[in-house]
């Protein structure tokens, strides 16, 4: 999954993904995506900050540190609401077993050409019109799908989470399908986070490619 921390689509489709981990056979990798990037933003604190010191982290300790490090991230962004800035980076990273200097990377350009290698390789399966969360899947015969989404205002647990990626799968592994769509009614309902599981060892930079 390739996420930026910012967005809340994203974060629900994160805690998803954790609780299909226990509904069905899957191991989620997460991966750094910048809406600043995708949006031609101007170079601000507020839009690069968070994946700026993700994208650090990824490089100076691996890929599976990422999956911590977003659960202390969007813990703090959505459901605290805590103000984005270096207190905030200090205590995620603390609470991912980081060190807080790399909060220092908030106001660093020195990992952007990271974070778009990062961020193209994510969107380059599904093009430039969709936003976070991207999921890449490998699929039959070691075919790659790709896909934008699942966009949720709840994130399912259980069998119901298990039920949603069964589905998922099934369309977006439809190799002529495109879009599924229907007007969002519901903001986001962040409920008690899920967390992620503490045994997963450090993976290679990237899932595909």
Same mark, same amino acid.
């Given at each position: 999954?390739?996420?930026?921390?910012?967005?809340?689509?994203?974060?629900?489709?994160?805690?998803?993904?954790?609780?299909? $981990?226990?509904?069905?056979? @899957? $191991? @989620?990798?997460?991966?750094?995506?910048?809406?600043?990037?995708?949006?031609?933003?101007?170079?601000?604190?507020?839009?690069?900050?968070? +994946?700026?010191?993700?994208?650090?982290?990824?490089?100076?300790? &691996?890929? &599976? +540190?990422?999956?911590?490090?977003?659960?202390?991230?969007?813990?703090?962004?959505?459901?605290? %609401?805590? *103000?984005?800035?270096?207190?905030?980076?200090?205590?995620?990273?603390?609470?991912?077993?980081?060190? &807080?200097?790399?909060?220092?990377?908030?106001?660093?350009?020195?990992?952007?050409?990271?974070?778009? +290698?990062?961020?193209?390789?994510?969107?380059?399966?599904?093009?430039?019109? +969709?936003?976070? *969360?991207?999921?890449?899947?490998?699929?039959?015969?070691?075919? %790659?799908?790709?896909?934008?989404?699942?966009?949720?205002?709840?994130?399912?647990?259980?069998?119901?989470?298990?039920?949603?990626?069964? &589905?998922?799968?099934?369309?977006?592994?439809?190799?002529?399908?495109?879009?599924? %769509?229907?007007?969002?009614?519901?903001?986001?309902?962040?409920?008690?986070?899920?967390?992620?599981? *503490?045994?997963?060892?450090?993976?290679?930079?990237?899932?595909?490619?």
């Amino acid at each position: 999954m390739w996420f930026d921390p910012l967005c809340p689509w994203a974060w629900l489709t994160s805690r998803w993904l954790l609780e299909v $981990e226990r509904a069905r056979d @899957v $191991e @989620v990798r997460f991966h750094v995506m910048s809406l600043a990037i995708l949006n031609s933003q101007p170079l601000t604190a507020t839009s690069w900050g968070p +994946v700026r010191v993700a994208i650090a982290a990824e490089q100076q300790y &691996g890929t &599976g +540190v990422l999956r911590h490090l977003y659960t202390a991230l969007g813990t703090r962004i959505h459901h605290d %609401k805590q *103000p984005r800035g270096h207190d905030l980076y200090v205590a995620a990273l603390a609470d991912a077993g980081l060190p &807080g200097e790399l909060a220092d990377a908030a106001e660093s350009t020195h990992y952007d050409e990271a974070l778009r +290698v990062s961020h193209d390789r994510g969107m380059e399966p599904v093009g430039q019109e +969709v936003g976070t *969360p991207v999921i890449h899947v490998p699929g039959p015969n070691g075919r %790659k799908i790709a896909f934008f989404g699942p966009v949720i205002a709840r994130a399912p647990r259980g069998e119901d989470a298990g039920r949603l990626w069964d &589905g998922v799968l099934l369309v977006a592994g439809t190799e002529d399908f495109f879009e599924l %769509k229907r007007s969002r009614t519901r903001e986001p309902v962040f409920s008690s986070p899920l967390q992620a599981a *503490p045994a997963l060892q450090a993976l290679p930079p990237a899932v595909f490619g």
